[in-house]
């Protein structure tokens, strides 16, 4: 399956603002996280598991054991900093 | 033909890039509905300086905000029932800006109105902690030493879990394992 990825703020400056995975079906958030910093540079320092990141699943905020599905949206961005 | 709601001609999230009048937002808000007796509004305005980072007077030059569009919107619809559900509030309103924005511009607006103050003031608060931890909003800062990415502060999770919500946001999981 294939999903659409969107980045925001420093990440969108790093990696550009959105990309496409392709996953096995049945993958989840994290593994798809995992994949992309396997890509190496740029992923792999803008990804990587120590750098607090939030994760949006077709536009609302999800953990990264929430379960992808084919043509969904998945977006990576810093903590929000609004208001 | 059902007759409307108080305040259903306001729009109850805005995301624009141009700045906002609170006087006619305020009227607007209450208009029409005679049972309101307290409206409480926040405004956040854009800081010159951050005290504790050292950065003094005039050493913040510009802040330029980015968004989640569609997201952004749906996340503050989602909050204003969230607090509607919570407190005796009458109507709900929240403007929040985008782009660049000069220090002393006003940056967000939120507002509430109730049949009394108690409701109405905590309304607001709830609405503005869960807008600053949940809502997709980066804010850039342009500096003396260039441009910087603003981070969040773990005292806006603090602020959140106040009311028993738990935010996460300043130490957003990096994975299992992770605080």
Do not use: N
């Given at each position: 399956m294939k999903i659409k990825l969107r980045y925001f703020a420093s990440l969108r400056e790093a990696l550009g603002a959105q990309g496409e995975l392709e996953l096995p079906e049945g993958s989840r958030v994290g593994e798809a996280r995992d994949r992309l910093i396997a890509r190496g540079a740029p992923f792999e320092a803008s990804l990587a598991r120590h750098k607090a990141l939030r994760a949006a699943l077709n536009q609302a905020l999800c953990d990264e054991s929430a379960v992808l599905a084919d043509g969904d949206e998945l977006a990576f961005f810093p903590p929000v900093t609004g208001g | 033909m059902s007759i409307p709601s108080?305040?259903?001609?306001?729009?109850r999230v805005s995301i624009q890039t141009a700045d906002f009048d609170t006087g006619a937002e305020l009227a607007a808000l209450r208009?029409?509905?005679?049972?309101?007796g307290a409206v409480v509004s926040f405004v956040g305005t854009v800081r010159d300086r951050h005290e504790a980072e050292a950065?003094?007077?005039?050493?913040?030059q510009a802040m330029e905000l980015e968004h989640y569009p569609g997201m952004t919107e749906s996340a503050i619809e989602a909050m204003i029932d969230a607090t509607m559900a919570r407190f005796r509030v009458r109507a709900a309103r929240v403007i929040h800006r985008v782009g660049v924005l000069q220090p002393g511009e006003q940056i967000v607006f939120v507002a509430v109105t109730s049949s009394h103050r108690g409701d109405a003031f905590q309304a607001c608060e709830f609405l503005m902690d869960y807008l600053k931890t949940q809502a997709p909003f980066w804010k850039k800062e342009t500096t003396p030493e260039g441009a910087r990415w603003v981070d969040a502060r773990v005292s806006d999770d603090a602020a959140l879990a106040r009311w028993g919500d738990f935010a996460s946001n300043a130490v957003a999981s990096g994975g299992p394992g992770q605080a």
């Open positions: - | 108080p305040s259903a001609h306001v729009p208009a029409g509905d005679l049972g309101v950065l003094g007077p005039g050493s913040i």
